[in-house]
């Protein structure tokens, strides 16, 4: 049933909200972009959906209060790999799972003052540079990729993003269909919100969490402790303004409606 099934990431930047979800709770995992079809399909509740297919489905979607995918600065996951320096790509290949990372890459180069190329391809970052100068990954691959070559990372998005702007960065937000049943939105919004807390004041929830994700992920547990202050899945006004700035400045969205509640 739709209506008790509540759209995730496929990437361990979920975890925190998911591991040990009360078992009443369908999971659909999916890539980012796929999210936004499924939340629009009905296919689930709620999602965590990029911010930038938000901006394009904002007349039939509404924010969820309280979650989200952000970083305060680094993001250690959306990272611009190349073995030459950012302003000498002549080319970037970019993702087709994930349009808020390609949407701020693209905003950050221009920011430069920049024109390179850009090509959408497949996920894989020997085929990506083998065909261009620089390619954007994101999620459990870009965390592998930085883990596995370390030299070839030119640009931390979520660093450049604070640098530029000042503010955190939003890669994902929380929404709904505006004519979901509230009382559906708000019960699943509890049991994730149930699943945060548990994260950020049990420690032994927090060690379990970064256990499993290290086991499904092959991140050693000491990177992960630190990624899980990287990525952060609770909103606050900072953040907010972050989100605001975004969709303004990348995405040309002049009004951000207020959450759902």
């Not at 759209?7 to 979800?21: E, K, Q, S, T």
């Not at 870009?142 to 070559?149: G, I, M, T």
């Amino acid at each position: 049933m739709w209506n008790r099934t509540i759209g995730r990431v496929a990437f361990i930047n979920c975890d925190p909200l998911f591991h040990g979800l009360d078992e009443s709770w369908n999971v659909l995992p999916a890539p980012p972009s796929w999210l936004t079809g499924h939340l629009l399909r009905k296919d689930c509740i709620i999602a965590p959906i990029p911010a930038a297919d938000y901006a394009k489905n904002s007349d039939e979607l509404v924010l969820i209060p309280d979650l989200a995918i952000s970083s305060k600065g680094e993001v250690g996951s959306v990272l611009l790999f190349g073995s030459v320096n950012v302003e000498d790509m002549k080319s970037i290949a970019l993702p087709s799972d994930s349009a808020t990372s390609v949407a701020l890459l693209r905003h950050l180069i221009k920011l430069r003052g920049l024109n390179p190329e850009f090509i959408e391809m497949g996920p894989d970052l020997e085929g990506m540079l083998d065909k261009c100068d620089g390619c954007l990954l994101i999620g459990d691959r870009a965390l592998e990729e930085s883990s596995d070559n370390p030299k070839l990372v030119k640009m931390d998005l979520g660093s450049e993003w604070r640098k530029v702007s000042g503010h955190p960065m939003v890669f994902g937000v929380f929404a709904a269909r505006k004519d979901s049943d509230v009382i559906l939105v708000k019960s699943a919004h509890a049991a994730l919100m149930e699943r945060l807390v548990k994260f950020e004041n049990d420690s032994m929830t927090r060690s379990e969490v970064i256990r499993a994700s290290s086991i499904k992920s092959s991140q050693s547990v000491e990177r992960l402790e630190t990624y899980f202050g990287e990525v952060i899945n609770r909103i606050d006004p900072e953040d907010m303004g972050g989100l605001k700035a975004f969709l303004n400045e990348a995405c040309g969205m002049i009004k951000v409606p207020s959450m759902a509640w």
